[in-house]
């Protein structure tokens, strides 16, 4: 069974920080690529930020330059450190995993809240 868990997610001030995290357990497999998506009000799922299994990112350009993208290959974890957060970045976040041989899990997601 695969199972993600989500957190860091929260209220902010504009100009502030977060970091989001997402725990992967994935027994019997090996995760590869590992990223953040965001759906904000009314509007689709966009994505934020990827990382291969070598470290390689990939982030969208409305973040980069304030995000960054890392993870723990031994914890299977991924995490995303959040700075100068502007409103627009008010969303939900949701992590997603590829593992083994072409399956995806998608995480529960967490608010991340900006307020001007």
């Known amino acids: 069974q695969v199972q993600l868990v989500e957190s860091g997610g929260g209220l902010v001030q504009a100009g502030g920080s977060l970091t989001l995290s997402c725990a992967a357990s994935v027994s019997g497999f090996s995760t590869n690529a590992m990223g953040w998506y965001r759906q904000g009000p009314g509007k689709q799922r966009e994505l934020v930020a990827t990382?291969?299994?070598?470290?390689?990112?990939n982030l969208s350009d409305s973040v980069q330059g304030r995000f960054t993208i890392s993870r723990d290959n031994a914890k299977n974890t991924v995490y995303l450190q959040m700075n100068s957060l502007k409103p627009e970045d008010t969303a939900v976040y949701y992590c997603?995993?590829?593992?083994?041989?072409?399956?995806?899990?998608w995480g529960q997601g967490t608010q991340v809240t900006v307020s001007s």
């Open positions: 990382i291969t299994r070598g470290g390689r990112t």
């Open positions: 997603n995993v590829n593992y083994g041989f072409g399956n995806e899990v």
